[in-house]
């Protein structure tokens, strides 16, 4: 089994509350490695303390393209600091992605940061969402996004989740990237056939909030408990030379806590 990350936007609102309980309780679920989605106001000195105090060590973090672009130096840096040797594109707006008028522009932008992060001794990374797999050019947008900026410059961390609801196999699509998948979401979900719902992206902006009460739709569910062929995607994982998995459940599966979801997934990974 390949190392296993926390995203730590699944406890985001547990970690709001109490961030170094919070820590606390996802090393005392079985998390040794973390990707990062925000310093909930801390600096990068006081997020590391509480990642050490824990027994936690940050391996990557989602850090937003044009906080990236505003400010390499701070906001990578910062990164950088806590011990992050991944950077990663978590997503682009609608301005800035194929179907936008900046794509072009961006795609430059991202040459020019892949250095930046290359020169501070990281890797800087894209996460895609189903959206990528719109044709760009005749080919699927993060293709063309793969093309156009060299590997040495820009890896993926393919989530399997939003690959397969683009109408992909998650594990073939991870195996057309070998040697360029450091980093894969092992993301689980439930969807009745033939359906998008609207609270997809909520999470992201893109969407107005779902009906709470709405029941048979969309759900994230916790590793091994939803459609996905987990042990494929895992054994594509390592064949493409993947160093590190990611557990990443954007919502907590109906009646369970986020914390109970990320316990789930990484017993059920620790049991294969």
Known sequence: MLPIMLQLYNVREELAKDFEGTLLQVAGIGYKYVELAGLYGKTPAEFKAGLDKAGLTAISAHVPYRDM???????????????????????????????????????KCIVNLGKFVNKKGAVLLYHNHDF???????KYA????????????????????????????????????????????????????GLKAENMYELIGLAKKADPN????????????????????LKASEEAGASWV???????????????????????????
């Not at 557990?247 to 986020?258: A, F, I, L, N, S």
């Open 214 to 233: 709405a029941k048979g739709g969309f759900e994230f569910r916790a590793v091994g408990s939803g459609k996905q062929d987990i042990p494929a995607i």
């Open 69 to 107: 672009i505003a400010d390499p130096a701070k906001i990578i840096g910062s990164h950088l600091e806590i011990g992050c040797k991944f950077i990663v594109i978590p997503y682009l707006n609608d301005d800035d992605r194929s179907t936008g008028p900046n794509y072009e522009f961006v795609k």
């Open 246 to 272: 990611v557990v990443e459940q954007d919502k907590p599966t109906p009646g369970k806590t986020p914390l109970e979801c990320a316990k789930d997934s990484i017993d059920y990974l620790n049991g294969l």
């Open 142 to 193: 993060l293709d063309d996004l793969y093309d156009t900026v060299p590997a040495s410059l820009l890896q993926t961390e393919i989530d399997t989740c939003w690959v397969n609801i683009g109408g992909v196999n998650p594990a073939e699509y991870i195996l057309n990237y070998k040697r360029r998948s450091p980093v894969v979401h092992l993301k689980d979900f439930f969807m009745p056939e």
């Open 132 to 138: 990528e797999f719109k044709l760009y050019n005749g």
